[in-house]
Each structure stands twice: as structure tokens, then as C-alpha cells.
């Protein structure tokens, strides 16, 4: 019991239980969502969309919000497809510039943020519309077709049973930045700059180089998630990222890190994605609008940041009797 009542009071333990009983539920009236395929298409969604949360989850940590990361994977993610199909390039090559890209936009975000004092909502709200311009001008809203088959075979293949290489990326890319955030100073600046920013300056913390390095990690792995889905799509589509916010802001939500900042989790984030991914699977399975997703990812996101307030609350009363 002692461990239990330990657990309960983590992040992840909600995600978790509620995870099991929506697998338990959904698979007690279709079976079929146990099935492996149904197990590789839902561990695709996992994979990619983790990505995008947890390249939200990062600005979160530092107290702010990033409304450009769909801009900056789609603009990462059209670079990689045309620099393989229009210039030649080898995919590790355009790989790499593609995640170039990434961090140089979500870098220059951050700069902007860092030394303008300007709120981080209005500045990546014009990076948004900024690097969606850029992307429909490099494709004239014309996909890029000729994807190597390299690359479409790592996003549609599986490494062992039901498990996709994608997914792989993503399990690797988790404890990395579970290891940042817990052991390494960048982490730990950037969750005290989030948690009280003029008392992290005065311990000697750099903030507006956390601030850059958070928006640029956030920048990488947005470009990431882009790569994945052209991998994962097997053509470079300019609509890429146009669906990404609510998602990006839902999971992070959902596994208990603050708005306000100082205070997220790896592994709650990750199950939050797989709540997002099990009731879209759902919805599919059981025929229902998927139009109704939307509306489920707000209730949901409302109803994370209520229990958020709720022990917010709590905490203080707690505090306020010691």
C-alpha cells in the first residue's frame, strides 16, 4: 500500500490508469483493437504525435507556448522531401538539414522572445505565419512525390511483431529528454526559469540562453515529427503541421505539466499522446464522426487543466496550514 499510495501521487499514475481502462473498455467491445495491425497503426500515431507534444512540452517547462511548432515541422518536413526529390540529396544529408532547419527557426524564436521581452504567444504566432508562408513558397502548394523508398520503408515497417521502427525513435528521443530534464543543468534551468524566472536569474542562470535553448530543442524536435511524417505518409505534404496545435497543448496537459511553468513529465506527456491515440482509434473503430475528435481534445484539455487548478489549490492550502 505504501508504494501504491507513492505511485498515486506521481504524474504518470493517472495516465496510466486511465490508459488501461480505455484499452480494457474499447477492446471489450471490438476485439479487433487488439489485433497487431490495430496495435502497429496505433503505436504509429503514438510515435509521431509524442514528438509534436513533446516539442510543446519543452516551451511549457519554461512557461511559455510555442503556436508555431506545425509551421516548423511542416516547413522541416517539405525541406527534407524536396531537398531528396528536387536537388539529389542523400537522405541523411537532407535528414540532417531538415532538423537544421528545425533548430535555426525555433532558435530564432527564441531570440526574438529572449530580447524583445515580447510575450512568446504573439512572437511565434508571426514565426507561424511566417514559415507557413515559406512553405507553400518553396511548394507552390504542390506535394513533393519522389520519396527514396528508404525512407518509406523505415515509416511503415516494423522492427519486431507489431513494433514500428517509428516508434523506436520515439522510445529514444523520450528518455533523452527525460535524462535533460532530470539530470543535466540545461533541464534543470529550464524547469527553474518555467517554476520562478527572476529567482532562477538571481541563482545565476542564464534566462535568455535557457530561454533560446529551450525554443531551439523545441525547434528539433518539431522538425523531427516532420521528418516521421513524411516517412510515415510517404510524400512531402505541405499541410503538414496544420493540425498540430491542439494536440501539441492536449498531452502535455493531459500528463500534468503547468501552463504556467516549472513542472512537466516525460512519461506522463507519453501517455497522454496514447489516451489522444485510443480514443481517435476508437472513434475509427466504431464508426463514429471523427470531426468528434476535436471536440473530445477539448474536453479533455479543460478538464486536465480543472484537476491541474484542483491540486494547485490544494497545495497551497496544505502549505498555507504547515
Known amino acids: 500500500m505504501g508504494y501504491l499510495s507513492r505511485y498515486a501521487r506521481t504524474d504518470w499514475f493517472g495516465p496510466l490508469i486511465a490508459t488501461l481502462i480505455a484499452i480494457a473498455l474499447v477492446g471489450g467491445f471490438n476485439p479487433s483493437f487488439l489485433s497487431p495491425f490495430n496495435i502497429q497503426v496505433l503505436l504509429l500515431a503514438i510515435a509521431v504525435n509524442a514528438l509534436i507534444a513533446f516539442s510543446q512540452m519543452i516551451i511549457i517547462a519554461i512557461g511559455q507556448m510555442n503556436l508555431s511548432v506545425g509551421a516548423i515541422g511542416g516547413l522541416a518536413a517539405i525541406a527534407f522531401a524536396g531537398m531528396m526529390e528536387v536537388w539529389g540529396l542523400p537522405v541523411p544529408v537532407a535528414l540532417v538539414l531538415a532538423l537544421a532547419i528545425g533548430v535555426v527557426a525555433g532558435m530564432l524564436n527564441g531570440i526574438f522572445i529572449a530580447w524583445t521581452g515580447i510575450s512568446a504567444f504573439i512572437i511565434t504566432l508571426a514565426s507561424l505565419s511566417v514559415f507557413k508562408g515559406i512553405n507553400l513558397g518553396i ?57 520562478n524566472e527572476h529567482a532562477a536569474e538571481l541563482s545565476g542562470i542564464s534566462v535568455r540562453k535557457t530561454i533560446v535553448a529551450a525554443h531551439a530543442l523545441s525547434g528539433l524536435l518539431a522538425a523531427l515529427a516532420g521528418v516521421a511524417l513524411v516517412a510515415r505518409l510517404q510524400i512531402g505534404q505541405p499541410t503538414i503541421g496544420d493540425d498540430w496545435l491542439i494536440l501539441s497543448f492536449a498531452a502535455p496537459v493531459i500528463g500534468g505539466a503547468v501552463l504556467s511553468g516549472g513542472h512537466v513529465s516525460v512519461p506522463a506527456t507519453l501517455l497522454g499522446v496514447a489516451i489522444v491515440a485510443i480514443i481517435t482509434q476508437a472513434l475509427v473503430l466504431f464508426n463514429i464522426d471523427p470531426f468528434l475528435v476535436q471536440v473530445v481534445l477539448g474536453v479533455l484539455i479543460l478538464w486536465a487543466v480543472g484537476i491541474n487548478r484542483f491540486r494547485e489549490v490544494r497545495l497551497a492550502k496544505t502549505a498555507k496550514r504547515i
Open 139 to 195: 511548394t507552390r502548394a504542390s506535394p513533393f512525390y519522389d520519396i527514396p523508398q528508404i525512407v518509406k520503408d523505415f515509416g511503415n515497417t516494423n522492427i519486431i511483431g507489431p513494433l514500428p521502427w517509428l516508434a523506436v525513435v520515439t522510445a529514444v528521443v523520450a528518455v533523452l529528454l527525460w535524462f535533460l530534464l532530470n539530470r543535466q543543468a540545461l533541464g534543470r534551468c529550464i524547469l527553474a526559469v518555467g517554476g
